[in-house]
């Protein structure tokens, strides 16, 4: 089946651009468009995207926002994949935390952000830039220390955290800890269920939020 893309910006050619780069992959379809965030929650509800590719600075309503709504709406919700200018960008980081899968930056090339869609939709976390991971870094607190305690990672649980902030896939680190592949899909699961995590990509912002990891 093809991955569906809901294309989300309020500047047309680069609706027009990403539409242009992902159609032509044959397991890509762009099923619909909308130009500000306000929009995006009817669109999700009657297209059923698997990805939804998210501006996030927009008038009306911002992409961080707009994902609230979907994720705390839709009871099956697809990817979001935010799509910014800077990779600094605080906005980008908030889109994260608020459940955000990953992010895509505008002047990407091609062939990455084919990538990243098809990663965020097989369900792996995009790898943080240095930039992200200090300002997550930057943003601990106790609560989040305490979280992590609560948690009681087994040693192997941790190490597996450890290589998801690596933005490692499941394959990637059954082969540096020796493992099968769905002995690690097992661990991932625990690690989320014990962090309370929605997917990877929350994992690592709290792995890096409690000092679990610092960046470098």
Known sequence: ????VLLVDDEPLVRAGLRAILEAQPDITVTGEASDGAAVLPLVRRLRPDVVAMDVRM?????????RAVLRTVAEPPKILVVTTFENDEYVYDALRAGADGFLLKRAAPAQIVQAVRTVAAGDSLLFPAALRRLA???????????????????????????????????????????GTETVKSHVSAVLAKLGARDRTQAVIAAYESGFVTPG
């Open 59 to 67: 008038p009306l309503l911002d992409g961080i926002e707009a994902t």
């Open 1 to 4: 089946m093809p991955i569906s």
């Open 137 to 179: 870094a930057s943003r601990g607190n106790e609560r989040a220390r305490a979280a992590m305690e609560r948690a009681a990672l087994t040693p192997r649980e941790a190490d597996v955290l450890r290589l998801m902030t690596r933005g490692m896939s499941n394959p990637e680190i059954a082969r540096s800890l020796l493992l």
